[in-house]
Nanobody, 113 residues
Framework: QVQLVESGGGLVQPGGSLRLSCAASGFTFSTYNMAWYRQAPGKQRELVALITNRGSTDYAVSVKGRFTISRDNAKNTVYLQMNSLKPEDTAVYYC???????WGQGTQVTVSS
């Protein structure tokens, strides 16, 4: 069965960095587009970044230039490098097999001094 397991969240000060990981299993990872979403308290879940099976990327305007999505098909893992973090980046971050109902359990990212 499809499984997505996120890790790497935590508490970081404004301006700091974190790298999230999402380990995938149960499907042919290299053939699927993958995405990161986030959901802040009281807000709808929003798309943060997308990476296609060929490695093309796209980002939400709010994170462009600060976040980088990447993938390692040998490790069946997708990453989200987050730099210059802001308090408004605080949210639960979710991994998603693009355009599917498959989600990870989420990892909390809190940006606060």
């Amino acid at each position: 069965q499809v499984q997505l397991v996120e890790s790497g969240g935590g508490l970081v000060q404004p301006g700091g960095s974190l790298r999230l990981s999402c380990a995938a299993s149960g499907f042919t990872f290299s053939t699927y587009n993958m995405a990161w979403y986030r959901q802040a308290p009281g807000k709808q879940r929003e798309l943060v970044a997308l990476i296609t099976n060929r490695g093309s990327t796209d980002y939400a305007v709010s994170v462009k230039g600060r976040f980088t999505i990447s993938r390692d098909n040998a490790k069946n893992t997708v990453y989200l490098q987050m730099n210059s973090l802001k308090p408004e980046d605080t949210a639960v971050y979710y991994c998603n097999r693009w355009n599917s109902a498959y989600w990870g359990q989420g990892t909390q990212v809190t940006v606060s001094s």
